[in-house]
C-alpha cells in the first residue's frame, strides 16, 4: 500500500523544554507544560496534530534537544499515485 516517510524537514522555533515526564503527556487534550507561562494556547494542537497522524497512519515524536528546544518528528504515509 504504502511506505511511513519523513516530512520535508521545516524548522519550528520551539521555546520550550518540557521534562521527560511531560513528553509523556504532551498529547493529552488540554495538557500544557507547566512552564508556559504567558504563551498563549489551550493545550489542543499537538492532540490535534497526534489524532490527524493517528487517523492517516502517520506517527509523531518529540525528542529535547541537548542544546536546548524540541525537536519535534512527523512521519506520513506516502502512497504511490496511480497512472
Given at each position: 500500500?504504502?511506505?511511513?516517510?519523513?516530512?520535508?524537514?521545516?524548522?519550528?522555533?520551539?521555546?520550550?523544554?518540557?521534562?521527560?515526564?511531560?513528553?509523556?503527556?504532551?498529547?493529552?487534550?488540554?495538557?500544557?507544560?507547566?512552564?508556559?507561562?504567558?504563551?498563549?494556547g489551550?493545550?489542543?494542537?499537538?492532540?490535534?496534530?497526534?489524532q490527524?497522524?493517528?487517523?492517516?497512519?502517520?506517527?509523531?515524536?518529540?525528542?529535547?534537544?541537548q542544546?536546548?528546544g524540541?525537536?519535534?518528528?512527523?512521519?506520513?504515509?506516502?502512497?504511490?499515485?496511480s497512472s
Amino acid at each position: 500500500m504504502g511506505n511511513l516517510h519523513p516530512a520535508p524537514s521545516k524548522w519550528v522555533e520551539a521555546r520550550l523544554c518540557p521534562s521527560e515526564a511531560e513528553l509523556d503527556r504532551i498529547f493529552q487534550p488540554f495538557y500544557r507544560a507547566d512552564h508556559t507561562g504567558h504563551v498563549s494556547g489551550h493545550g489542543l494542537g499537538l492532540a490535534i496534530a497526534k489524532q490527524v497522524l493517528d487517523l492517516h497512519g502517520g506517527k509523531i515524536k518529540l525528542q529535547n534537544r541537548q542544546s536546548g528546544g524540541l525537536t519535534v518528528e512527523v512521519w506520513l504515509l506516502v502512497v504511490p499515485l496511480s497512472s
